[in-house]
């Protein structure tokens, strides 16, 4: 088992649509990363969150290190949203990975 | 100006040879790393350098060797290259340990081995 899971695997929406990806955790992490990774390959850091909530335009980012878990809200989605979100904790020395989400945002 | 260059994009090559992928930034970053994405899409940290200290070393075979000259470099040296190599090598940066300050990612260097 993944010390770092990810839920739902796949995801399609319809433009316009609110979309939440969660990802919970198993190990004790003092930051949790959320990636964006586009079909083309490169990655891209969204957030780097600690405690509480962040938002960067359409994203949000929340998490509860007492219940181990992270949730990346986009709001309006847009077909350019399509990509593998991933999320990662961090100890400061080690970092688990969790396995994506891949969203498909049809227009 | 990239911020997080890693050169070559793609690589392939045949068994048995010995090869290497130079990563480069220019943020000022004081820690580099690598990982490696496998065909399944899932991204595993392989080394990470803190100012030029080696501070993780996953367990990845000893053919792997990275290499820092300076901070701002961090080259990934393979040996008797594998099948089971092939993959996507990603370098990337942060101004700490991954605690204070986002990761940068370079584009990747897709390795085939044939």
């Known amino acids: 088992k993944n010390e770092v899971e990810q839920s739902p695997q796949n995801l399609t929406a319809q433009e316009g649509e609110f979309i939440t990806i969660n990802c919970s955790y198993s190990?004790?992490?003092?930051?949790l990363h959320w990636l964006q990774q586009h079909p083309g390959g490169g990655i891209v850091s969204l957030f780097m969150l600690s405690s509480g909530k962040k938002k960067h335009g359409r994203l949000i980012a929340t998490i509860n290190i007492q219940e181990k878990h992270s949730s990346l809200h986009i709001t309006a989605s847009h077909p350019r949203d399509s990509a593998v979100y991933i999320c990662a904790g961090t100890t400061g020395n080690q970092f688990y990975f969790g396995t994506g989400t891949s969203l498909t945002v049809i227009p | 100006d990239t911020a997080v260059s890693q050169t070559p994009k793609y690589l392939v090559t045949q068994m048995g040879n010995d090869k290497s992928i130079k990563c480069e930034q220019n943020?000022?970053?004081?820690?580099m790393y690598w990982y490696k994405q496998d065909s399944k899409k899932f991204l595993k940290i392989m080394f990470s350098?803190?100012?030029?200290?080696?501070?993780i070393n996953e367990t990845v075979p000893n053919r792997f060797s990275p290499k820092s000259p300076d901070k701002a470099h961090l080259n990934l040296h393979i040996n008797s290259l594998e099948l089971g190599d092939s993959a996507v090598y990603f370098c990337?940066?942060?101004?700490?340990?991954?605690?204070?300050?986002?990761?940068?990612f370079g584009n990747g260097t897709r390795l085939t081995v044939t």
């Open positions: 190990v004790g992490i003092s930051a």
């Open positions: 943020l000022g970053h004081d820690t």
């Open positions: 350098y803190n100012n030029k200290e080696l501070i």
């Open positions: 990337a940066s942060s101004r700490g340990q991954g605690l204070v300050s986002p990761l940068h």
